[in-house]
């Protein structure tokens, strides 16, 4: 069981993709924000994977991930990008950062095949810590 971050601002899709990784067998918390994101991961612990939309109202999903791999220990930390951003240049630009990138609207079962996937590439055993 790993600790999933979701970010989105959308009040739908973050219910959604909630719901579809806890059935799934995971820990999540689920923010409609970047600048929650952060304030969420300082406050209670490192994720072992972020599931993060690119475009939000205050800080894009890119430069979210640039943030919270800049915290000791999240340099590596696995991510997925799931955006309706389906211009070849924003796929390449969350490929760049090293992240898979869905498209909206998705497939539950591909999200969760990416998740494990990233999850089995990632060294970082899932811990408790604080979720």
Same mark, same amino acid.
Request: avoid cysteine.
């Given at each position: 069981m790993a600790r999933i971050l979701v970010v989105d601002d959308d009040p739908d899709v973050l219910a959604l993709v909630s719901f579809r990784i806890r059935k799934a067998g995971h820990k999540v918390i689920a923010v409609s924000g970047g600048q929650e994101a952060l304030e969420t991961v300082a406050a209670r612990g490192a994720p072992d994977l972020a599931v993060l939309d690119v475009t939000m109202p205050d800080l894009d999903g890119l430069? $979210? $991930?640039? @943030? $919270? @791999? +800049?915290?000791?220990? $999240?340099? +590596?930390l696995p991510a997925i990008f799931l955006s309706a951003r389906v211009q070849p240049e924003d796929i390449e630009a969350g490929r760049a950062l090293g992240a898979t990138y869905l498209t909206k609207p998705f497939v539950a079962t591909a999200l969760l095949n990416a998740i494990n996937a990233s999850l089995e590439e990632s060294s970082a055993a899932p811990t408790d810590g604080g979720w």
């Open positions: 430069t $979210l $991930l640039q @943030r $919270l @791999r +800049a915290h000791a220990g $999240l340099e +590596a």
